[in-house]
Every structure is written in structure tokens, then in C-alpha cells.
């Protein structure tokens, strides 16, 4: 089992920037994509980004050149670093660690992107 505990939302102006946080505790040697997924009120859950071993990362069209996801392998932490934040951009953030065969979902952080 993996455990994963995000952080760092919270409600932000428009143009601002926050951080999130995904620690990953329990059978993390399991893990080899880490990524972020998003959901807005009435809307499906959405992919944000991926960040895979090797360093490869992916981004969704909507927040390529805002959003940058890391990892910090020594913590098993996985960050998301999101800049020019727009309204729309307002959601609860979802980490999900994925191994060969199984996949774990974090709790989820709620982000408000509001003046």
C-alpha cells in the first residue's frame, strides 16, 4: 500500500501562485509515475500533469508554461508548482502515484483561484 498526503492549497488571486505538495509514505520502491489530477465542481476529474522516472514530464494544454511538477526522490514528495493562476484554474487537486499494476489516490486539496 501507498499512502499519499497532499498540501498547500489554498485560495489565491487571480495572477498568484501556490504549491502543492504530495508525500508518499508505505511501499513507495512500488511507484514509477507520479501525477496531478484536477476537479471542478460539476466537471470530471481531469489530468494536469505527469512526472515519470527518467525526469519526463507532460502537461496538459491548459496549464502548459503556468504549471511545473517535481519530485524530490529523497522525500517521496512530488510537487506542483502553478503560476499566472486563472479562475478556472479553481478545482480540487488530486496526486495518484502509479506502479505496473496498481494506482493510489491521495485525498485531495482544494485550490480557489478568486479576487
Known amino acids: 500500500q501507498v499512502r499519499l498526503v497532499e498540501s498547500g492549497g489554498g485560495l489565491v488571486q487571480p495572477g498568484g501562485s501556490l504549491r502543492l505538495s504530495c508525500a508518499a509514505s508505505?511501499?513507495?520502491?512500488?511507484?514509477?509515475?507520479m501525477a496531478w489530477y484536477r476537479q471542478a465542481p460539476g466537471k470530471q476529474r481531469e489530468w494536469v500533469a505527469t512526472h515519470r522516472s527518467g525526469d519526463t514530464t507532460n502537461y496538459a494544454d491548459s496549464v502548459k508554461g503556468r504549471f511545473t511538477i517535481s519530485r524530490d526522490n529523497a522525500k517521496n514528495t512530488v510537487y506542483l508548482q502553478m503560476n499566472s493562476l486563472k479562475p478556472e484554474d479553481t478545482a480540487v487537486y488530486y496526486c495518484?502515484?502509479?506502479?505496473?499494476?496498481?494506482?493510489?489516490w491521495g485525498q485531495g486539496t482544494q485550490v480557489t483561484v478568486s479576487s
Open positions: 495518484k502515484a502509479q506502479g505496473v499494476d496498481v494506482f493510489y
Open positions: 508505505g511501499r513507495v520502491f512500488s511507484i514509477n509515475t
